[in-house]
């Protein structure tokens, strides 16, 4: 027989054989992996369908997700039947790489702000700081409304290019940007550490495993923990009381959001959005809803998920309805149900667009 006939053949079976083996894994609890769990919800509850938001929105935490003219456009599309009146796009750049994404984004300049990140070259080498400033003045004056996403997981700060590692945002290398930002009245938008169950023992006890496992923590040498990093946050936010900090996924206090609300009394010029943690959260709807009741004027939306329609309509349905026991393992990557928090429109209306207003408000 020809060679290359064999093989084909050979390939044709195998992949029949595997697919058929990967069914019975499927439906055989015994060979199932917790990565290809898929639960359905088979209550008889209330299903509701919000295609747009019950008030207009400013999504404070997105990125430059277009990479064409026909993304962008399909972008604006979608923030239209969504109810989204402005996006913030934060880039981690600066120079050329800023300079470009403002000429891009320029065909919609209502629709979209930019913010840009800084530039840590030479962090490392004496007299740090002063041409960091000069490259955020020259973004400022170029249309960057502010900075971020600065990113902090323990090892130092390094969303923004070159990575500074073992620098943190509390680093004394970083007050004359800080403060510069604030001269500016360019908030800043920080990341710092991640959820909880990322720092856990990766075994059965974990219950944000299926998630926690892609991006564990709890392998990582010389990091700081999810306090430590906290800290280092906080230290900042209070050496600087006139610059704005955003922090963002609720400082990622997922599992303890007193800690993030200890940091909100204590702190006028810190905020917190919401973005990309509703699944962390839509599994203790009451503890909350109690939270954003007591914090209404310090919380942002935001997504950090794309821009596809049956996203935003996700969130929405997270954040408005009183919905119960409702799945959506491919947008969060959690097995865990979720449920809606049902806030009031007072709340709805600061959330999706009066705070923001607020913070970005030239002052």
Request: aromatic residues 14%; contains cysteine; hydrophobic residues 35%.
């Amino acid at each position: 027989m020809n060679r290359i006939l064999f093989q084909s053949i050979f390939f044709f079976f195998y992949f029949i054989l595997n697919s058929n083996l990967n069914l019975v894994a499927q439906t055989n609890p015994e060979k199932l992996l917790l990565k290809d769990y898929r639960p359905k919800n088979i209550y008889n509850v209330p299903v509701t369908n919000i295609v747009k938001a019950k008030f207009p929105i400013i999504d404070i935490h997105s990125h430059a997700y277009a990479n064409t003219k026909d993304d962008l456009d399909l972008w604006i599309k979608n923030m239209d039947e969504a109810g989204i009146i402005k996006t913030i796009l934060l880039t981690y750049a600066h120079g050329n790489e800023f300079d470009s994404l403002i000429s891009f984004y320029s065909k919609y300049p209502d629709r979209f702000d930019l913010w840009c990140g800084f530039d840590y070259t030479g962090y490392d080498k004496p007299n740090y700081g002063p041409d960091a400033v000069k490259e955020l003045i020259r973004c400022f004056n170029k249309g960057a409304k502010g900075v971020g996403e600065l990113g902090d997981k323990g090892k130092g700060l390094f969303y923004c290019k070159p990575p500074a590692y073992g620098m943190h945002i509390d680093d004394p290398r970083m007050d004359l940007l800080l403060e510069k930002c604030a001269e500016l009245n360019m908030p800043i938008n920080i990341h710092v550490g991640e959820p909880q169950w990322f720092y856990e023992t990766m075994d059965s006890t974990n219950d944000g495993l299926m998630n926690a496992y892609s991006w564990r923590l709890d392998n990582q040498e010389n990091i700081l923990s999810l306090d430590e990093v906290l800290k280092t946050l906080e230290n900042a936010v209070k050496r600087h009381p006139n610059t704005v900090f955003i922090a963002c996924h609720f400082a990622n206090q997922n599992t303890d959001l007193d800690k993030l609300g200890r940091l909100l009394d204590l702190y006028p010029n810190l905020y917190a959005d919401i973005s990309a943690r509703y699944a962390e959260n839509a599994p203790v709807p009451r503890y909350t809803r109690v939270f954003f009741e007591k914090f209404q004027d310090r919380l942002l939306y935001g997504t950090d998920m794309g821009f596809d329609k049956s996203m935003y309509q996700t969130t929405f349905r997270i954040l408005e309805s009183n919905d119960e026991h409702f799945y959506n393992v491919e947008l969060f990557g959690y097995h865990w149900p979720l449920y809606g928090f049902g806030l009031n429109d007072k709340i709805l209306e600061k959330l999706y667009l009066l705070n923001a207003e607020n913070l970005l408000r030239e002052k």
